[in-house]
């Protein structure tokens, strides 16, 4: 004798945001892979979705195409590489940190190195990169004020730059991940260039913290 079976319940408002969302960070998070290794005009939609388990026209309807998943990935992905040089710690364990941070975060640190070659999105292709762009812009210079703070603290010699130090030290902490070859050639062929992060965070720890100027009447040495 055949049963019946129970009417299938309509998913739920918040039950289909739910799914909504998950499959939204599936997508990002092949896109982060994708566009790391590709950049913006290497990446494939395709290669994406079929990463993120979803059918393409999936990355149209949740992020308006191949720019606006680019945006939503540097939403999500730089806010993981901000640098905070919070005044309760020292400059140089912030620097040592960062380093590990962009080891963790190696796709969206090389995603930016694409960015600084040229390979992004052309100006005007989606209006919400331009506003991003403005937002970093604000929140970087409001890093350099710290550092300034920092630098009337004595943290730094008077005749350093904020700026010039800033830029610096992001180019230093994530020297690992963009420069694995020249890694190799400084430490040898077999060198395994995803262990380097923890001991030059070590070596960048030093290296700032004897940046730090000596008290007034101090002894310099």
């Given at each position: 004798?055949?049963?019946?079976?129970?009417?299938?319940?309509?998913?739920?408002?918040?039950?289909?945001?739910?799914?909504?969302?998950?499959?939204?960070?599936?997508?990002?998070n092949?896109?982060?892979?994708?566009f790391?290794?590709?950049?913006?005009?290497?990446?494939?939609?395709?290669?994406?979705?079929?990463?993120?388990?979803v059918?393409?026209?999936?990355?149209?309807?949740?992020?308006?195409?191949?720019?606006?998943?680019?945006?939503?990935?540097?939403?999500r992905?730089t806010?993981?590489?901000?640098?905070?040089?919070?005044?309760d710690?020292?400059?140089s364990?912030?620097?040592?940190?960062?380093?590990?941070?962009?080891?963790?975060?190696?796709?969206?640190?090389?995603?930016?190195?694409?960015?600084?070659?040229?390979?992004?999105?052309?100006?005007?292709?989606?209006?919400?990169?331009?506003?991003?762009?403005?937002d970093?812009?604000?929140?970087?210079?409001?890093?350099?004020?710290?550092?300034?703070?920092?630098?009337?603290?004595?943290?730094?010699?008077?005749?350093?730059?904020?700026?010039?130090?800033?830029?610096?030290?992001f180019?230093?902490?994530?020297?690992?991940?963009?420069?694995?070859?020249v890694?190799?050639?400084?430490?040898?062929p077999?060198?395994?260039?995803?262990?380097?992060?923890?001991?030059?965070?070590?070596q960048?720890?030093?290296?700032?913290?004897?940046?730090?100027?000596?008290?007034?009447?101090?002894?310099?040495?």
């Amino acid at each position: 004798m055949a049963t019946e079976r129970s009417p299938r319940r309509a998913p739920r408002d918040d039950e289909r945001r739910r799914d909504s969302g998950r499959t939204r960070e599936r997508i990002i998070n092949a896109a982060v892979g994708e566009f790391g290794a590709h950049g913006y005009s290497g990446a494939r939609v395709t290669r994406i979705a079929q990463a993120a388990g979803v059918n393409a026209q999936l990355i149209s309807y949740h992020f308006d195409g191949k720019a606006g998943l680019y945006q939503a990935v540097l939403e999500r992905g730089t806010g993981d590489l901000d640098f905070l040089p919070a005044p309760d710690r020292p400059l140089s364990e912030v620097a040592a940190d960062y380093v590990r941070t962009t080891a963790r975060n190696a796709d969206t640190t090389r995603l930016l190195a694409w960015e600084g070659l040229g390979n992004a999105p052309e100006r005007g292709e989606h209006d919400g990169i331009e506003r991003y762009g403005q937002d970093r812009t604000a929140f970087t210079h409001g890093i350099v004020e710290q550092l300034r703070e920092r630098q009337a603290r004595g943290e730094f010699p008077a005749d350093l730059d904020p700026r010039h130090l800033l830029l610096a030290l992001f180019a230093m902490t994530s020297a690992p991940v963009l420069l694995p070859q020249v890694a190799r050639q400084i430490f040898g062929p077999d060198t395994d260039t995803t262990a380097l992060p923890e001991d030059f965070a070590e070596q960048i720890r030093r290296l700032i913290g004897h940046l730090a100027a000596p008290p007034p009447g101090g002894n310099p040495n």
